[in-house]
């Protein structure tokens, strides 16, 4: 009756990986009631995602994250998504990456100064506590380091407890143990109450400040000239937090654990960050074009780690895929886990090489072989911000530091659930680089 469901929530990461490989291109899986389609070429991919778009929809895909991110970008469609993305987009705005890269490289800045020579740090935990500063700073301003303070916790309650958020397990979720739900409601809780405060005061006080929240609740509908109600904007505020923060922390700690292991990559990237910062200047938002190898150091340790490790759609037409029909009401999923994984594209997949980055091999490729923020319609609103923020990030901290693990033989478990995670953390040595 459950079908597949008891091997996904057991290891969906090694599920994905068995299937393709027995299956190829295209994959039909039972899911309970719902039949399930993972395609795997990347033609199909862009398909869904971007040429036939239309027939497609998050549906009751994402019901968990649902609970968390309410009718939010990230879960909302048709008509109030399309409307919403307009409203949104101005946060995204080139003027605007060039202020949120000066609060990256300050708080950068001050996440080095507190480690020390010899330090034992889980540095997937300090990567989080990192881009929830930065997040945290541009989403509120001068309130943003006390907001992150006072969320941090409940943000991570309630992501760990979203299990293969993607999938419409809502029904299921609920059989967890009630102290689970419990805990997930009080988190829950405990974040609304915070960002409703301060709509609520930033509404009654109004504001000078230029923060997204501002932007926010003054940004007018096109035609009506109305703003958003208090709990669309709510819905927004959590969205951006957790879509910003955790898929980029983790793409960050990924990429010290690889680089920790490749020590004649790291050795390359530290040579481009003391060239192009010349003397130990801090970069700002115009050096990222020049940290090539760096770039191409963050887009292969997502190649191997997707933060968003699977992406879900229901079709809402027919459609065909590979020669089958995939019926009205089926769910399509897609996943970057399995794609950078294939070997037609990516030789010796599990290998990581920055090279295949540079742009010769990287023409070669299909547009949907490498997906890691999705495309089209639906595509990630953050792309760039998250590639600013990467590579700022890693070159502040490697002007500095070098990351040691403190076992080479381990490698840290993943925990795939919103976005994927090591779920015990990535423990190093802080080395001083000389
Ligand atoms: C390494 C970092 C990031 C990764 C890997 C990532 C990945 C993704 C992916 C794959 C999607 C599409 C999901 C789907 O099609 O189902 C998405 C959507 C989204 N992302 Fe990101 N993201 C990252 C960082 C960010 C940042 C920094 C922000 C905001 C500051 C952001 C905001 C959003 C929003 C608002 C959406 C929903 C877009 C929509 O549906 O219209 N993301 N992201």
Known sequence: MLGSLPEIRRDPLAFL????????????????????????????????????????????????ARRLFGNGLLTSDGALHARQRRL????????????????????GVEQRDRWRDGDTIDIAREMSRLTLMITGRILFGAEGDAVAAEIGGALESTTSLLEVAVLPFAAFTDLFPLSQVRRFRAARATLHRVIDRLIER??????????????????????????????????????????????????LAWTWYLLARHARDEARMHAEIDAVLGGGRLPLAGDV??????????AEAMRLYPPAWLLARVAVENHEARGYVV??????????????????YFPEPEQFDPDRWDTVGHNGRPRFSYFPFGGGSRGCMGEAFAWMEGVLLLAVVAQRWRFRLLDESLHPEMHPALTLTPISGIRVKVERRP
């Open 88 to 107: 949104v987009q101005p946060v995204f705005h080139r003027v605007r990456l060039d202020e949120y890269a000066r609060v990256m490289t300050t708080l």
């Open 202 to 251: 930033r509404r009654r006080g109004g504001s000078e400040d230029r923060d997204v929240l501002s932007l926010l609740l003054s940004a007018q509908y096109e035609g009506t000239g109305e703003g958003m109600s208090d709990s669309q904007v709510r819905d927004e505020v959590i969205t951006l937090l957790l879509a910003s923060h955790e898929t980029t922390a983790n793409a």
């Open 289 to 298: 074009t020049a940290l090539t190898f760096t770039r191409m150091v963050l």
């Open 17 to 64: 990986l068995r299937v393709s490989a027995e299956y190829g291109e295209i994959v039909h899986v039972r899911l309970g009631p719902f039949h399930v389609y993972l395609l795997n070429h990347p033609d199909d991919i862009e398909q869904v995602l971007v040429t036939n778009h239309h027939r497609f929809i998050k549906g009751r895909t994402l019901s968990g």
């Open 327 to 344: 019926h009205a009401g089926s769910l399509v999923v897609m996943s970057p886990w399995v794609v950078h994984r294939n070997a037609s």
